[in-house]
């Protein structure tokens, strides 16, 4: 009677512990980065999927920034005259995944609205510049997460463009110049199922073990 109870209780606690509710859990992997690059960026990036056998996938979050810098030089070829204009340079970052999904972006200025001087005969001269930090957080929907499942990765397409506009007197040369980089990450959280400890697997072998040792036990007294 000893060694049943003894096998009953070892199996009630390695079953408690299987049983046990499950953890909500983080997993975070870098998205590919790019180092500063003259715009317009066009450019494909890698992002690691989510391994189904961690739990059930319950968030994505997808997040990528870039900072960008730029400025405009002018030139003015007249000889005897100063030319004035007015200058805005502006940038835009947008993330694209698997099935044209939009996976956010953002638009900020680097400059807007400088008024500025072309000196006579004079080329390539800085007249503004400025800087600018991009930054996008997208919650990926429920009904997209099959695209982020697996073992292996999904190529999303980041796009960084630069916008410059000159408004002001003819004869004026204008060369806008913009660099970006960037980097990001995508988050999942999981409801992730309980592992159990070592003790546990001893526990559940030592139930069983006393099971069996009592039914061959039984079986012998039962030949006599």
Do not use: W
């Not at 005259?81 to 999904?101: D, E, F, H, R, Y």
């Not at 510049?129 to 099959?146: K, P």
């Not at 913009?178 to 030592?206: H, N, Q, S, W």
């Amino acid at each position: 009677m000893k060694l049943k109870q003894i096998a009953v209780a070892s199996l009630c606690v390695a079953a408690g512990a299987f049983s046990a509710p499950a953890m909500a859990a983080v997993v975070e992997y870098d998205i590919t980065s790019i180092g500063s690059t003259l715009t317009n960026i066009l450019t494909d990036l890698s992002i690691h999927q989510f391994d189904a056998s961690l739990g059930t996938l319950t968030g994505i979050t997808i997040e990528y920034g870039s900072a960008v810098n730029g400025n405009v030089a002018l030139t003015n070829t007249s000889l005897t005259k100063n030319k004035t204009t007015t200058v805005s340079l502006s940038t835009t970052m947008t993330l694209t995944g698997p099935g044209a999904l939009a996976l956010g972006g953002d638009t900020k200025a680097l400059f807007s609205g400088v008024n500025a001087t072309a000196v006579k005969n004079s080329a390539n001269v800085i007249v503004a510049s400025g800087e600018a930090e991009l930054f996008s957080s997208y919650a990926v929907n429920a009904s997209n997460f099959s695209l982020f499942t697996g073992t292996g990765s999904v190529t999303a397409a980041l796009a960084i463009n630069a916008t410059g506009t000159a408004v002001g007197q003819t004869g004026i040369g204008t060369k806008f110049t913009t660099l970006g980089d960037g980097a990001g990450k995508v988050t999942y959280t999981y409801t992730a199922l309980p592992v159990p400890e070592p003790e546990t697997y001893g526990m559940l072998l030592l139930g069983l073990g006393v099971v069996a040792y009592a039914a061959k036990r039984k079986s012998r007294s039962a030949q006599a």
